[in-house]
């Protein structure tokens, strides 16, 4: 099914996002802020796709399946917004520590979600 070779690419898309945002932290190299805040952008932009396709894709799924698979992304979205609500880009500069951390756990339930 088309839909499910979009969510496949979608995952993909998203763990590059993942790492490409480890990146950008890590080197924090000149414009650091703004390309963090260009990729976060990205991610919201992939997120909202990706619920488009698991709400058009799932349906060859068992209930149980679908169920179990709309949990984990919903989790996934959860701690997103939470990450990106609280590590802001100019917070990241001030405290990268922490930021490492959250993006950690977004990391966490992204993985889970891919899984």
Same mark, same amino acid.
């Given at each position: 099914?088309g839909?499910?070779?979009q969510?496949?690419?979608a995952?993909?898309? +998203?763990?590059g996002?993942?790492?490409r +945002?480890?990146e950008?932290v @890590? *080197?924090? @190299?000149?414009?650091? *802020?703004l390309e963090?805040?260009?990729? !976060? !952008?990205?991610?919201s932009d992939?997120v /909202?796709?990706?619920a488009t +396709? +698991?709400?058009?894709g799932?349906?060859?799924?068992s209930?149980?399946? !679908?169920l179990? $698979?709309? *949990?984990?992304?919903? =989790?996934?979205r959860?701690? $997103? /917004?939470?990450h *990106?609500?609280?590590c802001?880009?100019?917070a990241v500069?001030?405290?990268g520590r922490?930021?490492? @951390? =959250? /993006?950690? #756990?977004m990391l966490? #339930?992204g993985? /889970?979600?891919?899984q």
């Open positions: 099914m839909d499910w070779r969510l496949s690419e995952a993909d898309e +998203l763990e996002l993942h790492r +945002l480890g950008i @890590e *080197q924090e @190299e000149d414009g650091w *802020q963090l805040v260009r990729v !976060r !952008r990205l991610l992939l /909202a796709r990706i +396709l +698991l709400d058009k799932t349906g060859e799924l209930s149980s399946d !679908r179990d $698979l709309r *949990q984990k992304f919903a =989790s996934f959860s701690v $997103l /917004a939470t *990106q609500s609280s802001s880009a100019v500069g001030e405290d922490a930021y490492r @951390e =959250s /993006a950690a #756990a966490k #339930a993985v /889970a979600f891919l």
